[in-house]
């Protein structure tokens, strides 16, 4: 299981490496912000997660989530779609991200917006996920 019920703050992570799951909470004005560490780093400085890794990574993401979120919007970012080093497409991660929230039944009292990058928007197909999830139901 990854650390994320412990918060530390961001000061004292800066410059120092941090274990999956390792979660800063920076508040700018009325917004609160979680960052969570992601990924490992090989040693060229490369980021690399594995696939169990980000399946357990979503599962325990999802858990604080639905723990904490106090019954406000969550918003993320199309998780792994960055310098991860999943070899999956931006189709293939969302499609996992939304079928993960539809299969574990989450309870968040505001629901789950996720984020999309105008680049990325390019490389989603929206009527796939809709001909996806008419399969699953």
Same mark, same amino acid.
């Given at each position: 299981?990854?650390?994320?019920?412990?918060?530390?703050?961001?000061?004292?992570?800066?410059?120092?490496?941090?274990?999956?799951?390792?979660?800063?909470?920076?508040?700018?004005?009325?917004?609160?912000?979680?960052?969570?560490?992601?990924?490992?780093?090989?040693?060229?400085?490369?980021?690399?997660i594995t696939n169990k890794d980000y399946q @357990?990574?979503?599962? +325990?993401?999802f858990e604080y989530i639905e723990k904490f979120?106090?019954? =406000?919007?969550? &918003? !993320?970012?199309?998780?792994?779609?960055?310098?991860?080093?999943?070899?999956?497409?931006k189709q293939k991660l969302l499609e996992f991200?939304?079928?993960?929230?539809?299969?574990?039944? @989450?309870?968040?009292? +505001?629901?789950?917006?996720?984020?999309?990058?105008?680049?990325?928007? =390019?490389?989603? &197909? !929206?009527?796939?996920?809709?001909?996806?999830?008419?399969?699953?139901?």
């Amino acid at each position: 299981k990854m650390p994320f019920q412990k918060i530390i703050p961001v000061e004292h992570l800066v410059n120092k490496k941090n274990i999956l799951g390792t979660i800063a909470k920076i508040t700018k004005g009325e917004n609160l912000y979680f960052l969570v560490a992601f990924t490992n780093f090989d040693e060229n400085n490369r980021t690399y997660i594995t696939n169990k890794d980000y399946q @357990l990574f979503i599962l +325990n993401l999802f858990e604080y989530i639905e723990k904490f979120s106090q019954g =406000k919007t969550v &918003n !993320l970012t199309l998780i792994g779609a960055g310098r991860s080093g999943l070899e999956f497409s931006k189709q293939k991660l969302l499609e996992f991200l939304i079928y993960f929230l539809y299969i574990n039944n @989450l309870r968040l009292e +505001n629901g789950v917006n996720i984020i999309l990058h105008q680049d990325i928007k =390019k490389e989603i &197909n !929206l009527h796939k996920l809709k001909y996806f999830f008419k399969l699953t139901k």
